[in-house]
C-alpha cells in the first residue's frame, strides 16, 4: 500500500517569515495530493490540494508544489502569522477513495 | 461546522466492550471515511462507503465493522476493545466517491478504554 513520509514534525518560524512542509509518497498511481490544517481538538479542513497532472497551485498565502518523479510534494505558507499555528497534515490518494496520511507538522508561529 | 454530525461526542468504556459510532453526512453527500486519530498521530483510513455499499478498506483490524444505511448515515461497530482503541474517530464526507470534492470532517468521537 501506500507509505505517506512527512517532515518535519515540529517547525517553529518567526511571524512573517516563511514555512516549508515536505512528505514523500511511495505509489506511483497516486494522484491527489490534499493538505489539512488542525488546530487543537478540532477537526482537520482542508487548505489547499493538488493533482498529479498540475505541478504547482496557489491560493493566497499558501502553495503546493508536486514533483511526481521524486514522489514528493510540498507545502509552502508565506508570510506566517500565529493563527497558522496548528498541524498539518498531507496524504495522498489514488483517485479518491483511500485517503494515506503523513504524521503531522506542528508549526508554531511566534509572534 | 461543517455540516457532518457525529456522535457521541466522548465515550468510556472497558476492555472487552463493544461499541458504536455514528455519522451523519452533510446533506446531499452520499461518500462517508471513517478515520482514526490516535493520540499525537495522523489519520490512519479505515473504512469508506459511497451510497450504502464499502468502497475501499484500508487498516481496519477485523474487530472493526461499518455499514452506511439508506438514509446515507454510517455506524462504526468496534468490538473486543483493548486499550490500543483509544483514539480519536473522524468521520467525513463527500458528494461523490471519486472525483476533486473536499472531505468534510465531523467533529470526531473520543473514545476512551479503560
Given at each position: 500500500g501506500e507509505n505517506v513520509e512527512q517532515h518535519p514534525s515540529t517547525l517553529s518560524v518567526q511571524e512573517g517569515d516563511s514555512a516549508v512542509i515536505k512528505c514523500t509518497y511511495s505509489d506511483s498511481a497516486s494522484n491527489y495530493f490534499p493538505w489539512y490544517k488542525q488546530e487543537l481538538g478540532k477537526?482537520?479542513?482542508?487548505?489547499?490540494d493538488i493533482r498529479s497532472n498540475v505541478g504547482e497551485k496557489k491560493d493566497q498565502r499558501i502553495a503546493v508544489t508536486?514533483?511526481?518523479?521524486?514522489?514528493?510534494?510540498?507545502?509552502?505558507?508565506t508570510e506566517t502569522q500565529p493563527e497558522d499555528s496548528a498541524v498539518y497534515f498531507c496524504a495522498a490518494s489514488r483517485n479518491f477513495n483511500k485517503f494515506y496520511f503523513g504524521s503531522g507538522t506542528k508549526l508554531n508561529v511566534k509572534p | 461546522?461543517?455540516?457532518?454530525t457525529q456522535t457521541p461526542k466522548h465515550l468510556i468504556t472497558?476492555?472487552?466492550q463493544r461499541v458504536t459510532l455514528r455519522c451523519s453526512p452533510r446533506s446531499g453527500d452520499l461518500s462517508v471515511y471513517w478515520y482514526q486519530q490516535s493520540l499525537d498521530q495522523g489519520l490512519?483510513?479505515?473504512i469508506q462507503y459511497y451510497n450504502g455499499e464499502e468502497r475501499a478498506k484500508g487498516n481496519i483490524l477485523e474487530r472493526f465493522s461499518a455499514q452506511q444505511f439508506p438514509d446515507l448515515h454510517s455506524e462504526l461497530n468496534l468490538s473486543s476493545l483493548e486499550l490500543g482503541d483509544s483514539a480519536l474517530y473522524f468521520c467525513a464526507s463527500s458528494i461523490i466517491a471519486g472525483g476533486p470534492v473536499e472531505q468534510f470532517f465531523g467533529p470526531g468521537t473520543r473514545l476512551t478504554v479503560l
Open positions: 477537526r482537520p479542513q482542508l487548505i489547499i508536486l514533483n511526481k518523479t521524486a514522489k514528493h510534494f510540498s507545502l509552502h505558507i | 461546522d461543517s455540516g457532518v472497558a476492555t472487552g490512519q483510513f479505515l
